[in-house]
């Protein structure tokens, strides 16, 4: 019982991580963020609900964005 009541607050809290390190130009961190917000965001969609759906849909097009950005910058800092 307690996760379902604790997963909608993970999902938000990976999301504002994801948002704010991407922010402050931390990439690494916001792409962790990122993948976290994903896995949290798409375990409330498996449950069930157009919105909940929509949301992950939503925080995943995001997240993309973000980890490829940090897997660019990783590169270049490689080469």
């Known amino acids: ?3 379902h009541v604790a997963v ?3 999902a938000a809290a990976a999301v504002r991580a994801m948002t704010l ?3 402050a130009g ?6 962790s963020s990122a993948r ?6 798409g375990g409330l969609a498996e449950l069930g ?8 849909e939503k ?5 993309r964005v973000i980890m490829d950005r940090a ?5 270049s800092a490689a080469e």
């Open 59 to 63: 925080i995943g097009a995001r997240a």
């Open 8 to 10: 909608p607050d993970w």
């Open 71 to 75: 897997s660019e910058l990783d590169r």
């Open 1 to 3: 019982r307690y996760v």
């Open 21 to 23: 390190n991407e922010q």
């Open 36 to 41: 976290a917000a994903v896995v949290v965001s």
């Open 49 to 56: 609900g157009d919105t909940l759906r929509e949301a992950h």
């Open 26 to 31: 931390r990439w690494r961190q916001a792409a």
